[in-house]
């Protein structure tokens, strides 16, 4: 600890040369041309240091820094990401808390983020079968962590493509916990509404009760929008309001890719749409947790994959059932590819472009 600087100044000295003065030095006192990103309630730039390791600061705007709203999810995340530690989570080196100068510095990713991966033509493609099943199973490893294996349990609750990174061999990592809630487990976890429009649970369309679950709805989302190569906004419409509609998976992958055909490749492919459907259901307790969905991973126990072009979605969800009032599944025992009649209108959580309610960097 060194107050020197500030009311809190705190570096991991991951190789003994990282200070207040290097940082200052290394932007040229946080210059625009440093500058790799700008969101709702900082700049993201690019530094390296005098030992010519690159990393990621994130600095709050002057403005925004006296807006207690933006004071408070800043801390936040600065207190998170120092307690936890896992691969597919993005490392915190330090961070300066300061009313004239607060930033965080993160472990630099330099592939950006899986969004707009995704949206550029070349870098799609280099992003093959392989490689998005990888990210999923990494992304999935991070929450089933931050839900069972951190005391008290963290809840995420952006989970989007925005705010999953990847470094230069294209792995993973969940990032932006600004908006992470501790769940307490013994109160009502009630709290106002965070997250990305098209990502969020329909249940928080009508309550502020915060679970897990929440975290599941949104990472079934970007399963499948890692699958397919977009938002699934389309197909979580027609799913909701025609479950039982023949549509070929096939025909929903993205189609810069050529298909896989690889038998494993294609099964993984396929355990991970069902896994998605399944998380995308509209009743909270139906839906897998976290845990579960990395078991199912590492079990690979499932019939026999036909081949990909005569797999239809509808074959893998379960038939619609009982209202979402009136549905009574409990926690582990979801069939792999439930989902359930949406009685919530979808639509209103579905994006009608990426709009953050709390801009991310």
Not at 93 to 110: A, P, S
Not at 208 to 213: A, S
Not at 242 to 268: F, G, S
Not at 333 to 338: A, E, H
Request: glycine share 6%; aromatic share 8%.
């Amino acid at each position: 600890m060194d107050n020197k600087h500030g009311d809190i100044f705190r570096i991991w000295n991951y190789d003994g040369n990282m200070a207040y003065e290097d940082i200052i030095k290394a932007t040229n006192d946080f210059d625009v041309s440093y500058c790799i990103g700008t969101g709702g309630y900082g700049s993201v730039y690019r530094v390296r240091l005098p030992s010519g390791k690159v990393v990621a600061l994130k600095k709050l705007h002057r403005l925004e820094g006296e807006n207690p709203n933006f004071d408070k999810s800043f801390r936040n995340e600065a207190d998170m990401l120092s307690k936890i530690r896992h691969r597919n989570i993005v490392k915190l080196f330090g961070f300066c808390l300061h009313k004239r100068c607060m930033f965080l510095i993160y472990e630099y990713m330099d592939r950006g983020s899986l969004f707009c991966i995704l949206r550029d033509e070349t870098e799609a493609v280099e992003l093959g079968w392989v490689k998005r099943v990888n990210l999923i199973k990494g992304i999935a490893s991070a929450l089933s962590y931050l839900h069972y294996d951190c005391d008290p349990p963290i809840i995420h609750r952006d989970v989007s493509s925005n705010n999953i990174l990847l470094n230069s061999h294209l792995e993973a990592t969940l990032s932006d916990f600004g908006t992470a809630r501790i769940l307490e487990l013994d109160s009502s976890n009630q709290t106002v509404i965070a997250g990305t429009f098209g990502y969020m649970a329909p249940e928080l369309a009508y309550t502020m009760v915060v679970t897990e679950k929440s975290d599941v709805y949104s990472f079934g989302v970007v399963v499948l929008e890692t699958l397919f190569g977009e938002h699934p906004r389309e197909f979580l419409s027609c799913i909701s309001s025609q479950p039982n509609e023949p549509i070929m998976l096939k025909d929903l992958l993205d189609a810069r890719l050529p298909p896989p055909t690889n038998p494993l490749v294609v099964r993984n492919v396929v355990l991970a749409t069902a896994l998605a459907l399944d998380c995308i259901n509209a009743n909270p307790k139906c839906r897998p947790t976290m845990q579960q969905v990395v078991n199912r991973f590492e079990e690979g126990r499932r019939e026999p994959t036909r081949p990909l072009h005569t797999i239809a979605v509808n074959q893998l969800v379960s038939p619609p059932v009982l209202s979402l009032r009136d549905q009574t599944c409990a926690d582990g025992t979801s069939s792999l590819s439930t989902i359930n009649e949406f009685h919530v209108d979808v639509s209103a959580t579905l994006p009608s472009s990426n709009f953050s309610i709390h801009a991310s960097t």
